[in-house]
């Protein structure tokens, strides 16, 4: 596969598993309802545990709104200062030299909702 910045396949991904310089990062993140009256749309929750039940074999987990958003906004997953994403990169090993690459776990409905997904 040439390099490249934008989405692959799932039969692209299965293609590239294989090779060590890849790693592999679980971005999932769920939108659920926020409580009435509380003024925001809703509540940007990680989904690790999702992860924790099961991901693919080596992946990692990266929590985009609580490491990679800024912090200091109302506003979600805002990019943070350079130094705020540099920091987070490291924390997961993740160099100006890595190759790596971010999925997420499929939709599921919401803990606190009512009705469908």
Not at 23 to 49: M, Q
Not at 101 to 109: D, G, Q, V
Request: some cysteine; charged content about 25%.
């Amino acid at each position: 596969m040439a390099t490249r910045d934008e989405l692959i396949t799932t039969a692209e991904l299965a293609d590239i598993l294989h090779q060590p310089d890849l790693r592999l990062f679980d971005c999932t993140t769920y939108l659920e309802p926020a409580p009435e009256g509380s003024g925001v749309p809703y509540i940007a929750v990680p989904g690790k545990e999702t992860f924790e039940a099961g991901h693919i074999a080596g992946a990692d987990f990266l929590d985009l709104q609580g490491e990679f958003s800024a912090p200091n906004t109302e506003l979600r997953f805002m990019m943070p200062l350079v130094a705020q994403l540099e920091t987070a990169f490291g924390r997961h090993g993740i160099g100006p030299d890595s190759r790596w690459c971010c999925i997420r776990s499929a939709r599921r409905c919401g803990r606190r909702a009512s009705g469908g997904c």
